[in-house]
Structures are given as C-alpha cells and as structure tokens.
C-alpha cells in the first residue's frame, strides 16, 4: 500500500469515528491523540469557531461533529442563488449555515470520502429540514462536479490532510465558475517546523503535520492559476496550545512546544478564478 493510501485510510478511520462519537454526544479532540474532550473542555483549533446564535439553527450532531480551524461560512461572501460547495464536509455544519445564506435559489455541494460522516450529514439535513443541499462521496483531489459549475468553494481544515495539495488545487479552480471564488480556512506553517512532525501519521490526520508553508500555500494557488491570492491569520498557536495538541503523541513536550510556538496558525485563504478562464474537462469525474 502507498504512502498516500495509507494516509486516506488514516483519516478516514479516525473522521468515521468521530463522526460515530458525536451522535453519542461526544466531542472529539481534532488533533494529537483525537481523544474525547469532557464537559466544557475546548480544543484549542477546534473550540469557539461558531457563535451560540449559529449553533442553535444547526442539529446538535452537526456542531458536535465539527472538526474545523476556522468557520469559513463567517467570512466568506456568500450571495443568494450562488452554488456552493464544501470540500471536506464532514458532518455538514459549513453547507448547511451556507444553504441558509444562497436560499432557496441556491445550491450547496458538500463532498466527503468517509461514510460514517457523509451519514451522519444526510441525517443532519433532514433535521434540519434544509433541500437545497446535496451530499457527494469523493475525494478532494476528484471532484465529481462538472468544469465551470460552482461560484465559491469552501473548506474547513482539510486541504492541508490532503497529500496532493496541488491536484486538490487544480480540481476546485476547474469546477470553479469564471471569477468564482476559493474561501476556505486552513492550517498554515510560519516558519520552520520539526521534520519528526511532519513525518508522523497520525497528526496529519489530527490536522497538523500536513499544514503548507504560508508563501508555499500562496505559490501553489498561483500555480493553479488563482488571482488575488491571500490568506489572514484567524488564530496563532502558542506554545501552551502545542502541549495540548501533541499530548499522547510520545514527543517530548517540553522540547517541542517551544519549538512550534507560534509556527502554526489557521488562516484564511482567498482567491478567484480569473474572469474568461473557462476549464475544459480534463478527468473521468468531471463530466459526470
């Protein structure tokens, strides 16, 4: 098995399993050892992303089974009849808050590899009562939409799980209308970070180890052909935070908290598909 195959399975796994923890009413760590935090204990990526106000339209299932950096419905311009869709969907929080903001002439896409939490979405919608949103099985790296078909493209930390940023890149400018646009949160690198970090499996499916270099992130979206390309830190890590994330992971704390202090952020990154760049098909999944 490759590389790449055997951090899919990874992530899989353990987003199936927290998307079976939270219809326990269980919240789940996002990263280190993804353990199940107690009664009013906040993850320091994933905790306060979304305001009570938010929170009380959704099912309790779809915010318990969040796993974000950030919330990118909140910063995200998103219009009424726009289609949308939602890379990494997980338990559906970000399509369904957009599918209130497009109404009832919009549409929002959420795509999603794992079955536990593409379940766990369907049922989410359905309680929610909300129609104008549909739930796609696919990985990131082949979107299965038609070229030219979707104004905006969100995410909530997951492009950074991928280990084929460029292809996951490429895919959302072809899907992306003509001056659409990518707004999507995500963990960033400032600086320098441990190799041992990087190497570890586990913590790229705890959302870490995968995280781009922020000039790198911005190289890669020029690459892909997107303008006005920027990313706004939204939350930098400290050094106390690093303790809480790799705890259980069998690194020396104390050695790697400071090292890392301050190198990881979630960030918001913007770009747009220039005006008259059509995409012509160029995958099996993109006619389909």
Not at 142 to 162: A, F, M, Q, R, T
Not at 234 to 258: C, M
Request: glycine letters at 10%.
């Amino acid at each position: 098995m490759d590389h790449e195959q055997t951090l899919k399975d990874e992530i899989k796994a353990r987003y199936g399993q927290a998307a079976l923890q939270a219809q326990k009413q269980e919240r789940r760590s996002c990263c280190g050892t993804g353990t199940v935090l107690q009664a009013g204990q906040l993850d320091p990526i994933t905790g306060n992303l979304y305001s009570d106000h938010e929170a009380a339209t959704l099912p309790h299932d779809a915010v318990a089974a969040s796993l974000g950096c950030g919330n990118p419905t909140a910063l995200a311009q998103i219009a009424s009849g726009e289609t949308v869709l939602d890379l990494g969907s997980g338990g559906g929080i970000d399509v369904l808050l957009s599918a209130q903001r497009v109404g009832p002439t919009g549409k929002v896409y959420g795509l999603d590899m794992t079955d536990e939490m593409l379940a766990l979405a369907r049922t989410n919608q359905a309680k929610a009562g909300v129609t104008n949103v549909e739930f796609l099985k696919g990985d990131i790296e082949h979107i299965p939409l038609p070229d030219n078909s979707v104004d905006l493209i969100i995410s909530n930390c997951v492009i950074n799980l991928s280990p084929d940023k460029d292809l996951v890149l490429a895919e959302a400018f072809r899907v992306l209308k003509p001056g659409g646009r990518l707004a999507v949160s995500d963990i960033v690198v400032r600086g320098e970070i441990p190799e041992e970090i990087r190497r570890n499996i586990e913590l790229w499916a705890g959302c870490v180890a995968g995280a781009l270099e922020e000039q790198e992130y911005v190289a890669k979206l020029d690459r892909a052909g997107f303008e006005r390309v920027s990313i706004e830190p939204t939350r930098v890590y400290t050094a106390a935070d690093a303790r809480e994330l790799f705890e259980g992971t069998g690194f020396d704390l104390e050695a790697i908290a400071p090292a890392v202090d301050g190198k990881f952020m979630s960030g918001f990154v913007r770009a747009t598909k220039p005006e008259g760049s059509l995409t012509a098909c160029c995958s099996t999944t993109c006619c389909s």
